[in-house]
């Protein structure tokens, strides 16, 4: 018997069962299966396929047991690998000299942070260039101070111990996240994090979502921090210090004589940018 004869406009539990067991057949990849559920399409009304395709996820969720916690985990670790391997990207720590080195990478909102500084500022990387320099200690734009930031369904109590919980979660070392969340001491927490082990391709890759996503958070949510990096504005931020990448080195001068790319400090600037839309 045809079951598309009479088909009522309100789908029975009988036929809701059938469409789901021709779509499951599909899934698993029975050809045969696959041309009846091919069937459907042309066969049913627009409202009926909705139903049929409601009564299908709600029957998955009812049923679904969510794999052990060590599957789960092996499986986002994996998927890390695969989304490093295939995604093109620009390490965070290439981003300077990709923009020095090509010339397709120009002026852009929406590229490299040396192409969003370009873009929102004729003076970048020129004599005219103007800069607030800032230190590690106790700046509010340092990484280590002291704030509530909300982030992916937690609570950190400084950028630095985002950082540090994202390096244990990308290998979800369970144990050290917790730790990392409960640590109320900045540096070890940072050394929590560092106890995560995991190839230094995954940190290179990673980096620039991490402190993108956390800088943002920080400087919106903190209507504080908001307001003293917004009253940088005209100005590139620079951190002196001697973090590698991450600073200019101690000398406050001009960029041709930083020791280093100042990378916090670039990231902070095109931050502001984000929320004020001007350099």
Not at 46 to 61: G, N, P, T, V, W
């Amino acid at each position: 018997m045809d079951i598309y004869n009479n088909l009522p406009d309100i789908l029975l539990p009988e036929h809701l069962e059938y469409f789901r067991t021709l779509h499951d057949s599909y899934q698993t990849g029975d050809e045969a299966f696959g041309l009846l559920w091919g069937e459907v399409l042309f066969k049913v009304s627009h409202d009926q396929f909705a139903q049929i395709l409601k009564y299908i996820s709600e029957k998955h969720k009812a049923e679904y047991v969510a794999p052990p916690i060590e599957e789960q985990d092996a499986y986002y670790r994996a998927g890390v690998i695969h989304y490093m391997r295939d995604s093109p990207h620009v390490p965070l720590f290439e981003e300077y000299w990709h923009f020095v080195r090509y010339s397709e990478s120009r002026p852009n909102p929406n590229g490299t942070y040396p192409a969003v500084m370009s873009y929102y500022n004729k003076d970048y990387m020129t004599d005219n260039e103007k800069f607030t320099f800032f230190d590690s200690a106790d700046s509010p734009f340092a990484m280590c101070y002291p704030c509530r930031i909300e982030l992916e369904g937690e609570v950190f109590l400084s950028a630095s111990h985002y950082i540090a919980y994202a390096k244990a979660e990308i290998v979800r070392d369970r144990p050290k996240m917790k730790a990392i969340l409960e640590e109320t001491d900045i540096y070890r927490a940072c050394a929590l994090g560092r106890e995560a082990k995991f190839e230094k391709a995954f940190y290179e890759f990673m980096i620039g979502t991490w402190m993108r996503s956390v800088l943002y958070a920080k400087f919106t949510q903190n209507e504080d921090l908001k307001q003293a990096l917004l009253a940088t504005e005209g100005t590139t931020l620079a951190l002196t210090s001697d973090e590698r990448y991450w600073s200019i080195g101690w000398h406050k001068g001009k960029r041709s004589e930083w020791r280093d790319q100042n990378i916090l400090g670039e990231l902070l600037t095109t931050v502001r940018i984000s929320i004020a839309k001007k350099y």
